[in-house]
């Protein structure tokens, strides 16, 4: 499929994996490019020297285009992107922050940017700053997210209205089908975290995985809406919160409770009990565990096939 | 178009106008029907003999079918569905509340069936009663919601994976691109409620057709989730729940803040400061209040324009 994103991007299939914490590493990356989609490592849990590790396993398993994702209130950000000019990066996807900053010196080195927004405002601001596309990232969607809570269904729409650049989907998106009806909302491709964190490429723990493929409906919440909203799995580490919250403690417990590394002991360690388990809504929709090659053609296949099924109603 | 929505109604475009409390009377419901889609008269805010007056004037205003919508938990339900088998009613959709009880008898008089649910497995129960066909509602719609707060994008393909019977879709939902998403998605029609509060024949208040048509992205919320969760539009009431929510305030305060009569003096009476207003997300899309038979027209068109568009996509 030939449209503004996969010629901005390189790509064959308008698929893009999204750059999870603790999840999207070289395997991921370069497995998902090499099957046609465009692999982003997830440069936000990784120290600076073992991003260039990354960068550089990523190249030599893959001569397809492959990006990086850079959440822009990293601490290290001068070094990782420093780094990502130095080991020659193409594309690059910045979140939650404000795109200003970095948007032109990444486009002075000739690097392709893509901005993910939670609303339609920040999409304007992110054109304004010169970004190629912008992901617009509805509430269903896992980890952290807008206190607009606008969803999927909702925000493709406004965000389209609101730029001209092309419009990325994400959030609840784990299918042909749901992909098709992003489009049908005006995206130009997709952007997909929570089914891919269920393969076998995926850095993050099995048991996180197996967690995620068990999870039914009902079993995420957005939650810490008083810190940064961020999308969770119900676990006791989530319970704990809630009961906080539901008594109104006071923001200095809520950030004693939540603490430091429990992203990582949860969905790298597979501590399920006491780890941070960020993940999508639509996991209630993931049930296997499989290669993201695998992935990728699946979600190609029913994308085509619908679009067959929906050429042939008669109206 | 025909498909299982279509034939179970009698109608010919799968479009359902939600029934409104204070919004869909007879005016709003026989325009609906008249234009080719489901009007439904919204019980929920009619005193027994109003509802019957609203159907007989829809009864005169129309040949075509039309329905009554009926929260299960309303105190009169004995007297409302006595007058819809009196009344002649074939099409009965119910909400907010156990299907068990009544489905049977309104099938009894040969009365289409269909339930409205938040969840699949409120979906499967509404199935196990007897029901004919199922809304299921994402988490941007408007008034009262689920606590799942399953958005639409990942709530269809959870219910139409649960159920056998024809899925309706519900929340976000104001125009023929988004209809097609949902058709994307595996639901058979669509159920939509904002976009119809803002025509001339609701009988909502003016004042309050405006705020809807003014309002931008994030003035919805999902609020009062420690009573019933129900999603409003920003405005001081709006505010005092905030306020009251923020500093755990005991739930017999937000009942006594809530009081009685908030939604008819919001929507019915345009008191914008001290009433309850009741819309989905998608209001930020809404832009001007039309005669809704040019609202089921419009949405129709750019439905099978989007289809055509689909279609002519090189994949």
């Not at 046609?36 to 550089?56: A, F």
């Not at 001569?63 to 209130?73: Q, T, Y």
């Not at 098709?180 to 909302?185: D, Q, V």
Request: glycine share 10%; with cysteine; aromatic share 6%.
């Amino acid at each position: 499929m030939e449209n503004r994103v996969t010629r901005l991007l390189g790509i064959q299939y308008p698929i893009i994996q999204a750059g999870m914490v603790w999840t999207a590493g070289w395997r991921l990356a370069s497995a998902v490019s090499n099957a046609g989609g465009l692999g982003l490592i997830g440069s936000g849990s990784m120290y600076p020297d073992v991003l260039r590790e990354h960068i550089r396993k990523c190249k030599a398993a893959t001569d397809k285009p492959f990006g990086v994702n850079v959440p822009l209130l990293y601490p290290d950000i001068d070094q990782h992107m420093r780094i990502i000019v130095e080991e020659g990066i193409r594309i690059v996807f910045t979140s939650g922050g404000s795109p200003a900053k970095w948007t032109a010196f990444l486009k002075s080195h000739g690097i392709t940017v893509v901005h993910v927004v939670p609303g339609a405002k920040y999409a304007l601001k992110a054109q304004d700053a010169g970004c190629d596309a912008v992901v617009a990232e509805g509430f269903e969607a896992g980890g952290h997210n807008g206190r607009e809570e606008t969803t999927t269904m909702c925000l493709v729409p406004l965000v389209c209205e609101a730029v001209s650049i092309p419009v990325i989907a994400a959030g609840g998106i784990a299918s042909g089908r749901a992909m098709m009806a992003a489009f049908a909302l005006g995206a130009e491709a997709v952007q997909i975290g929570t089914r891919f964190v269920a393969t076998h490429e995926a850095s993050a723990h099995l048991a996180f995985k197996q967690a995620v493929i068990r999870s039914q409906e009902g079993d995420t919440m957005l939650t810490l809406k008083r810190l940064v909203p961020v999308r969770l799995l119900r676990n006791p580490f989530f319970q704990q919160i809630q009961e906080a919250e539901s008594r109104c403690a006071p923001v200095e417990e809520l950030q004693a409770l939540l603490g430091k590394g429990r992203a990582k002991k949860g969905m790298f360690e597979g501590d399920l009990e006491n780890g941070e388990l960020e993940i999508g809504q639509v996991a209630a929709l993931v049930k296997d565990i499989r290669p993201a090659a695998e992935v990728v053609q699946e979600i190609w296949k029913e994308f085509c096939e619908i679009k067959e099924a929906i050429c042939s109603w008669p109206l």
